[in-house]
């Protein structure tokens, strides 16, 4: 069986800092490990990470899209200027459609 693995540094310093802060430079009366808040520090700090981690994947993922749809189509694919309009029209809307996504995703994720 493995030894439960110690909090990284980052997590111990801010753990000591609100023990210190809560019970002094003596850390009179604190029963509580250091090692277990900063467990629960390091498990804030993943969490904050992961999202991070997403927000920047979706980013990725819009600005390619987005590269997509501003590329202009073949010269010689597209020769009627109503076959055009129609085209930028599809293209105008999946363009809103994706922004409007990504702001209300990242509405959620700045509530939360």
Same mark, same amino acid.
């Given at each position: 069986? %493995?030894?439960?693995? =110690?909090?990284?540094?980052?997590? =111990?310093? &801010?753990?000591?800092?609100?023990?210190?802060? $809560?019970?002094?430079? +003596?850390?009179?009366?604190?029963? *509580?490990?250091?090692?277990? $808040?900063?467990?629960?520090?390091?498990?804030?700090?993943?969490?904050?990470?992961? =999202?991070?981690?997403?927000?920047?994947?979706?980013?990725?993922?819009? *600005?390619?899209?987005?590269?997509?749809?501003?590329?202009?189509? +073949?010269?010689?694919? *597209?020769?009627?200027? %109503?076959?055009?309009?129609?085209?930028?029209? =599809?293209?105008?809307?999946?363009?809103?459609?994706?922004?409007?996504?990504?702001?209300?995703?990242?509405?959620? &994720?700045?509530?939360?």
């Amino acid at each position: 069986m %493995n030894a439960p693995s =110690q909090p990284d540094k980052a997590a =111990q310093i &801010v753990a000591e800092e609100i023990l210190r802060t $809560i019970y002094g430079d +003596d850390f009179k009366g604190c029963t *509580v490990t250091l090692d277990s $808040i900063a467990t629960i520090i390091e498990a804030g700090f993943k969490r904050q990470q992961g =999202q991070e981690r997403e927000l920047l994947e979706l980013y990725e993922k819009l *600005v390619e899209a987005l590269d997509l749809l501003s590329t202009p189509p +073949d010269g010689g694919k *597209v020769t009627d200027p %109503n076959e055009l309009r129609t085209l930028l029209s =599809q293209r105008l809307d999946a363009i809103h459609a994706l922004t409007t996504k990504t702001i209300a995703t990242t509405a959620r &994720v700045n509530k939360a």
